[in-house]
């Protein structure tokens, strides 16, 4: 059976620091792209972070210079590093599979997340 499974979220101060985690079970990541999500409420999900299957490259669409994408193929499990927080952070983040090496979309993608939810408050 096919899941995505995200955790580590919760409720952390400006300036904070998180590591979000999602593991994948039911397929390899050699064959799927993973990207990361998130919806703020009463906004569209937007797209965080990619990365590709084959040679694992990363792309950053938001939260540039503050998170960092990785996997671990061997473990199932690509996380997102977010540091320097800010409130406007605050949203469900999703992780999200395309079998390819195209990253996810917003309204694309094979398989999503039940999603974790991130608050960025003091």
């Known amino acids: 059976q096919v899941q995505l499974v995200e955790s580590g979220g919760g409720l952390v101060q400006p300036g904070g620091s998180l590591r979000l985690s999602c593991a994948a079970s039911?397929?390899?990541?050699?064959?799927?792209?993973i990207g990361w999500f998130r919806q703020a409420p009463g906004k569209e999900r937007e797209v965080v972070s990619c990365?590709?299957?084959?040679?694992?490259?990363t792309y950053y669409v938001s939260m540039k210079g503050r998170i960092t994408i990785s996997r671990d193929v061997a473990k199932k499990m690509v996380y997102l590093q977010m540091n320097s927080l800010k409130p406007e952070d605050t949203a469900v983040y999703y992780c999200?599979?395309?079998?390819?090496?195209?990253?996810?979309?917003?309204?694309?993608?094979?398989?999503w997340g039940q999603g974790t939810q991130v608050t960025v408050s003091s």
């Open positions: 999200a599979a395309e079998r390819g090496s195209t990253c996810p979309g917003a309204r694309r993608a094979d398989y």
């Open positions: 039911g397929f390899s990541l050699d064959l799927y792209s």
């Open positions: 990365i590709t299957t084959r040679d694992g490259s």
